[in-house]
């Protein structure tokens, strides 16, 4: 057999005692959240963030993503062209410092296509 404990029955007093000693701490958690000045320290998680700011948050990324990915096709493509051209990047460097050097080429000035 089987050894089972027995459990004692607990009188109605003693339910009601703990029960309103329990309903008692509650109470007081209760008054204690109201209480602006309370020292009772709930952890809460991150602050909540409007749906706003999470749409704007994605806007920003999508943005930041396409201007990546605008400069890795420039690069590919300014890479393709070099090659095509047997360019090596220190020539293309010697040549843009010569023609500013020579005032023949503003930094910011854009080449007319012909």
Same mark, same amino acid.
């Given at each position: 057999?089987?050894?089972?404990?027995?459990?004692?029955?607990?009188? &109605?007093?003693?339910?009601?005692?703990?029960?309103? /000693?329990?309903?008692?701490? =509650?109470? $007081?958690?209760?008054?204690? %959240?109201?209480?602006?000045?309370?020292?009772?320290?709930?952890?809460?998680?991150?602050?909540?963030?409007?749906?706003?700011?999470?749409?704007?948050?994605?806007? &920003?990324?999508?943005?930041?993503?396409?201007?990546? /990915?605008?400069?890795?096709? =420039?690069? $590919?493509?300014?890479?393709? %062209?070099?090659?095509?051209?047997?360019?090596?990047?220190?020539?293309?460097?010697?040549?843009?410092?010569?023609?500013?050097?020579?005032?023949?080429?503003?930094?910011?000035?854009?080449?007319?296509?012909?």
């Amino acid at each position: 057999m089987k050894y089972q404990k027995v459990q004692k029955p607990v009188d &109605e007093r003693e339910k009601l005692r703990k029960f309103r /000693e329990l309903d008692d701490a =509650f109470a $007081q958690a209760l008054r204690q %959240l109201d209480d602006p000045d309370s020292d009772f320290d709930i952890p809460t998680g991150p602050p909540v963030r409007s749906l706003a700011a999470l749409e704007q948050d994605d806007v &920003e990324t999508k943005q930041q993503e396409q201007q990546e /990915e605008q400069e890795r096709v =420039f690069k $590919q493509h300014f890479e393709a %062209l070099l090659n095509e051209y047997g360019i090596d990047h220190g020539d293309l460097a010697e040549l843009v410092e010569t023609l500013l050097g020579y005032g023949l080429w503003q930094q910011d000035q854009v080449p007319d296509k012909d």
